[in-house]
Structure formats: structure tokens, C-alpha cells
């Protein structure tokens, strides 16, 4: 059973970063794509970020281009989601996953068979 473990997350004001981690037991991330997906009340899952296997270049959603960095550990069970220039559009709670979405499935929430808890980030201006 792959089980992903959140950390970071926090409440900080606009033009500041956080970083998210995402681990699980073994080289889980060595098989599976992984992703950030973020979630305000009320709405459904957003996808943010993903990064295949195969450790090629990650996708992201246009409204965090150039501010967010997606990256994994070398041991393969660390995947990071760093987040720079924040401003309150991104206060949401924050999920980490795990699957083996194809890639035009790759930005559904349900393409995605593994969750972690999820981590509140809260931006305030």
C-alpha cells in the first residue's frame, strides 16, 4: 500500500515562499507520476504541478509557471513542491498524489489512485 506523508505548509504573507515535501516508504516516485493538486472550500481539486517517472520535465498549471518548482530526492521517496512569489490566490490546501495517469490525463484528480493528508497554505497580503 503506497502511503504519501505531507509536511511544510503554513501561513505566510505575499512575496514569500514555503515548500511542501511529499514522502512515502521506498522508491515509490521511481514507478509513479507524481503531482501537486490544490483545493479551496467549496471547489474541486486544481491541479498544479506533476512530475513523471521518468524524471523528465514537470508540468505545470499557467497560473504557476515561473513561481513554483516541482522536484524529487535522489532516493526517489521525496517529492517537493517549492513555491516562491506566493500571494493570497494561492491559499488553498495543498495535496500531494501519486498515480500512472497517461498524459492527457495527467492534470485529473482522478487519474491519481494515491493521496497524501493535505497541508493548508495560507497567503495573506
Known amino acids: 500500500q503506497v502511503q504519501l506523508v505531507q509536511s511544510g505548509g503554513g501561513s505566510v504573507q505575499t512575496g514569500t515562499s514555503l515548500r511542501l515535501s511529499c514522502e512515502t516508504s521506498g522508491d515509490t516516485f521511481r514507478g509513479l507520476t507524481a503531482a501537486w493538486f490544490r483545493q479551496v472550500p467549496g471547489e474541486g481539486r486544481e491541479f498544479v504541478a506533476a512530475m513523471r517517472p521518468t524524471n523528465s520535465n514537470p508540468y505545470y498549471a499557467d497560473s504557476v509557471k515561473g513561481r513554483f518548482t516541482f522536484s524529487r530526492n535522489s532516493l526517489q521517496n521525496t517529492v517537493f513542491l517549492q513555491m516562491n512569489s506566493l500571494t493570497p490566490e494561492d491559499t488553498a490546501v495543498y495535496y500531494c498524489?501519486?498515480?500512472?495517469?497517461?498524459?492527457?490525463?495527467?492534470?485529473?484528480?482522478?487519474?491519481?489512485?494515491?493521496w497524501g493528508q493535505g497541508a493548508q497554505v495560507t497567503v495573506s497580503s
Open positions: 498524489a501519486a498515480g500512472r495517469p497517461i498524459t492527457s490525463t495527467l492534470r485529473r484528480d482522478s487519474s491519481y489512485a494515491y
